[in-house]
């Protein structure tokens, strides 16, 4: 074990053991730390009282006539206390998140259509729909979610960092130990490959002339479909993701 | 007039990517906006269907942020957070909420290491003022004594006895002859520099000023030498110490002068009167012998790095001798002892008419050499030694 992660792991142990001492040297030393973390995950200060609730549970308040039981038991000392404590914190975060994300009204049907030229939302009502380009649609993302199938599980992982979370190339980096320069050529790399897989599978699979192929590109880019997540959570444009910066993490829990 | 055609892209179409560019910048064709929306849909359609639990825990999560997972470990979350929206949203809070590090910095910009880059510089500088002799030649502004100084020669092996600073005048004569010191005489010959050993500036302005000491020194020997030359035989004691120079006649100096002149320069006079140990030098300063105490010598053919000796036959300390080449050394002493050698390992006894103490030698070859006895008197071999003249007029 790290002689770092030791200490932290004995300083836990008189934590959790209620030595006061101990209890003041980490909150001098680890507050400001776990602060800074509720603000990087929210900017506006929301997460500052999950520390504060941290606080209390690694403190360990008994509760009616039990015995004081410290979060900081399940710390084992793989990894540093600061990092354990962010680990924590995060996990609450994205908690909560995921529980209001669940509890809050999907839109119905026309809400997730764009806004028109006069501000109201275009329907479909009136357009008769066009079924070449809805097969067309859902041959793409069947395609897709095969070829999505067939990748490999770091590749997917980055896929999902970058197109979901909505990481920078250098925080994709540092989730996947990589360089950003190599996280750039494995997205551009595994992008061509999938655009590729579709395309074999649209053509050999689905038997479609190459012309075929380019009307399902073309529909899928003039709808990108219910199944998009982001015009269902109502923070995505029509825009490619690849077109935003930055985002909060919090938009695709 | 032709069509052109169209320029071709450029052979590597690969985008280098810099810091902190946040998102992938590529050109992309028709298909690939539609690939980036249906990607990110699906990716997320993907994530969200999966959840059969299993999610990292955070001692786990800790452990992959300070990547202390092993390979195992590591490959296992990958796996379960690669289609785990969840995790996949714990390990970018992960990412987000990491402090920011230290900018890094190149090793030799630690603190801990800056002390390196004086030392190593004030090391090289060292080994190269050790290692490399300066071969630079100084310019003395002293007229009289420039064509011999210009040559920075190194200090001749001086006799331990006779340290320039006390000896007197003839052993100043003898450490200096005419034209300065061997090596300079040599160096001049050559027509090249000799440089000192590694010493500096001010040592060697410190040699120099000795050097001329030395050489004005050895025109009053040289007038002394001729002022014991031009007196008549007065059948002094052996052994007797030469008449000091007092104040020689104009005369006496120009026939100083003139012997001294007449003196072939790979043929030099060495005179240590009193000296236990003398040095004789020859016209290649690789060689040179060491007269020791009982009449033996010791020859070296490196410059004086390894001795060897070698025995004369002689009983009595010689004192001075002339090799106008390595291979020929003519060697005298008291009582009339005159050798020769012409391989410079090998000595024969020469016979000398006079029994009287001989102080120095010249000499041009095997066959020719001149020698001053201690009372003045002059005498002149042609023939190796069979047969002896006093110089006329002498």
Request: charged share 25%; net charge neutral; glycine share 6%.
């Given at each position: 074990?790290?002689?770092?992660?030791?200490?932290?792991?004995?300083?836990?142990?008189?934590?959790?053991?209620?030595?006061?001492?101990?209890?003041?040297?980490?909150?001098?030393?680890?507050?400001?730390?776990?602060?800074?973390?509720?603000?990087?995950?929210?900017?506006?200060?929301?997460?500052?009282?999950?520390?504060?609730?941290?606080?209390?549970?690694?403190?360990?308040?008994?509760?009616?006539?039990?015995?004081?039981?410290?979060?900081?038991?399940?710390?084992?000392?793989?990894?540093?206390?600061?990092?354990?404590?962010?680990?924590?914190?995060?996990?609450?975060?994205?908690?909560?998140?995921?529980?209001?994300?669940r509890l809050e009204p999907l839109p119905d049907e026309d809400s997730a259509l764009p806004l028109g030229?006069?501000?109201?939302?275009?329907?479909?009502?009136?357009?008769?729909?066009?079924?070449?380009?809805?097969?067309?649609?859902?041959?793409?993302?069947?395609?897709?979610?095969?070829?999505?199938?067939?990748?490999?599980?770091?590749?997917?992982?980055?896929?999902?960092?970058?197109?979901?979370?909505?990481?920078?190339?250098?925080e994709t980096g540092r989730l996947m130990k990589e360089h950003e320069a190599t996280v750039s050529r494995q997205l551009a790399r595994t992008r061509r490959d999938l655009r590729k897989d579709v395309e074999r599978q649209l053509r050999e699979d689905a038997g479609l002339s190459e012309a075929q192929v380019a009307e399902c590109f073309e529909s899928a880019s003039e709808d990108a479909g219910p199944l998009d997540l982001r015009l269902m959570l109502g923070d995505g444009g029509p825009e490619a993701p690849a077109a935003r910066k930055k985002s909060a993490p919090d938009r695709s829990v | 007039m032709g069509v052109r055609k169209p320029l071709r892209p450029a052979r590597n179409r690969r985008r280098i990517v810099l810091y902190d560019e946040p998102r992938v910048k590529e050109i992309k064709t028709d298909r690939d906006v539609p690939m980036d929306r249906l990607l990110a849909a699906a990716l997320n359609a993907r994530a969200g269907s999966a959840t059969d639990g299993g999610c990292l825990d955070a001692e786990t999560l800790a452990a992959w942020a300070d990547e202390a997972l092993d390979a195992r470990e590591r490959a296992s979350a990958e796996a379960h957070a690669a289609d785990c929206a969840r995790c996949q949203a714990l390990l970018a809070a992960m990412v987000k909420t990491r402090p920011p590090a230290a900018e890094a910095r190149s090793w030799w910009r630690v603190p801990a290491f800056g002390w390196l880059i004086p030392v190593t510089v004030a090391a090289t500088a060292l080994v190269i003022w050790i290692a490399v002799p300066n071969r630079v030649p100084v310019q003395i502004s002293d007229g009289g004594a420039q064509a011999v100084d210009q040559v920075t020669a190194p200090q001749a092996p001086a006799p331990r006895s006779a340290p320039l600073e006390s000896a007197p005048l003839e052993d100043a004569k003898a450490q200096t002859p005419p034209g300065g010191s061997p090596q300079s005489q040599v160096a001049k010959e050559l027509g090249r520099s000799v440089a000192p050993p590694s010493v500096d500036l001010r040592e060697r302005r410190k040699e120099e000023a000795l050097e001329k000491d030395a050489f004005r020194a050895e025109g009053a020997a040289a007038k002394a030498l001729s002022e014991a030359v031009s007196v008549a035989p007065a059948a002094p004691s052996a052994g007797a110490a030469p008449a000091p120079a007092r104040e020689p006649a104009p005369s006496q100096s120009a026939d100083a002068n003139t012997m001294r002149a007449a003196a072939p320069a790979s043929a030099r006079v060495s005179a240590?009167?009193?000296?236990?140990?003398?040095?004789?030098?020859?016209?290649?300063?690789?060689?040179?012998?060491?007269?020791?105490?009982?009449g033996n010598v010791q020859r070296s053919a490196d410059a004086g790095a390894t001795w060897r000796t070698e025995t004369t036959g002689a009983t009595d300390t010689l004192t001075a001798g002339a090799s106008p080449s390595p291979s020929v050394c003519w060697l005298i002493g008291p009582s009339g002892t005159v050798l020769l050698s012409t391989d410079g390992r090998s000595w024969r006894r020469v016979a000398f008419p006079e029994t009287v103490d001989l102080r120095s030698v010249a000499a041009t070859d095997h066959e020719n050499a001149t020698v001053t006895a201690a009372d003045g008197r002059v005498f002149v071999t042609t023939d190796g030694g069979r047969t002896w003249s006093r110089t006329p007029g002498l």
């Amino acid at each position: 074990m790290n002689a770092s992660y030791a200490r932290d792991l004995e300083l836990a142990r008189q934590c959790a053991a209620g030595e006061e001492p101990a209890w003041e040297r980490f909150v001098l030393e680890y507050r400001p730390l776990l602060y800074r973390a509720a603000d990087a995950l929210d900017a506006s200060g929301g997460a500052r009282d999950l520390a504060d609730s941290l606080y209390a549970d690694l403190y360990g308040m008994p509760e009616s006539g039990s015995e004081r039981r410290s979060l900081f038991r399940y710390f084992q000392g793989r990894s540093s206390l600061a990092t354990w404590l962010r680990a924590v914190l995060a996990q609450r975060y994205v908690d909560r998140l995921r529980a209001q994300k669940r509890l809050e009204p999907l839109p119905d049907e026309d809400s997730a259509l764009p806004l028109g030229h006069q501000g109201r939302r275009e329907t479909r009502a009136g357009d008769p729909p066009d079924p070449d380009r809805v097969r067309h649609v859902g041959l793409l993302r069947e395609a897709l979610g095969r070829a999505i199938d067939r990748l490999d599980t770091r590749d997917r992982l980055r896929l999902g960092s970058y197109y979901v979370q909505d990481l920078t190339l250098a925080e994709t980096g540092r989730l996947m130990k990589e360089h950003e320069a190599t996280v750039s050529r494995q997205l551009a790399r595994t992008r061509r490959d999938l655009r590729k897989d579709v395309e074999r599978q649209l053509r050999e699979d689905a038997g479609l002339s190459e012309a075929q192929v380019a009307e399902c590109f073309e529909s899928a880019s003039e709808d990108a479909g219910p199944l998009d997540l982001r015009l269902m959570l109502g923070d995505g444009g029509p825009e490619a993701p690849a077109a935003r910066k930055k985002s909060a993490p919090d938009r695709s829990v | 007039m032709g069509v052109r055609k169209p320029l071709r892209p450029a052979r590597n179409r690969r985008r280098i990517v810099l810091y902190d560019e946040p998102r992938v910048k590529e050109i992309k064709t028709d298909r690939d906006v539609p690939m980036d929306r249906l990607l990110a849909a699906a990716l997320n359609a993907r994530a969200g269907s999966a959840t059969d639990g299993g999610c990292l825990d955070a001692e786990t999560l800790a452990a992959w942020a300070d990547e202390a997972l092993d390979a195992r470990e590591r490959a296992s979350a990958e796996a379960h957070a690669a289609d785990c929206a969840r995790c996949q949203a714990l390990l970018a809070a992960m990412v987000k909420t990491r402090p920011p590090a230290a900018e890094a910095r190149s090793w030799w910009r630690v603190p801990a290491f800056g002390w390196l880059i004086p030392v190593t510089v004030a090391a090289t500088a060292l080994v190269i003022w050790i290692a490399v002799p300066n071969r630079v030649p100084v310019q003395i502004s002293d007229g009289g004594a420039q064509a011999v100084d210009q040559v920075t020669a190194p200090q001749a092996p001086a006799p331990r006895s006779a340290p320039l600073e006390s000896a007197p005048l003839e052993d100043a004569k003898a450490q200096t002859p005419p034209g300065g010191s061997p090596q300079s005489q040599v160096a001049k010959e050559l027509g090249r520099s000799v440089a000192p050993p590694s010493v500096d500036l001010r040592e060697r302005r410190k040699e120099e000023a000795l050097e001329k000491d030395a050489f004005r020194a050895e025109g009053a020997a040289a007038k002394a030498l001729s002022e014991a030359v031009s007196v008549a035989p007065a059948a002094p004691s052996a052994g007797a110490a030469p008449a000091p120079a007092r104040e020689p006649a104009p005369s006496q100096s120009a026939d100083a002068n003139t012997m001294r002149a007449a003196a072939p320069a790979s043929a030099r006079v060495s005179a240590f009167a009193n000296a236990p140990e003398a040095l004789v030098v020859s016209s290649n300063p690789s060689t040179r012998f060491r007269l020791l105490r009982g009449g033996n010598v010791q020859r070296s053919a490196d410059a004086g790095a390894t001795w060897r000796t070698e025995t004369t036959g002689a009983t009595d300390t010689l004192t001075a001798g002339a090799s106008p080449s390595p291979s020929v050394c003519w060697l005298i002493g008291p009582s009339g002892t005159v050798l020769l050698s012409t391989d410079g390992r090998s000595w024969r006894r020469v016979a000398f008419p006079e029994t009287v103490d001989l102080r120095s030698v010249a000499a041009t070859d095997h066959e020719n050499a001149t020698v001053t006895a201690a009372d003045g008197r002059v005498f002149v071999t042609t023939d190796g030694g069979r047969t002896w003249s006093r110089t006329p007029g002498l």
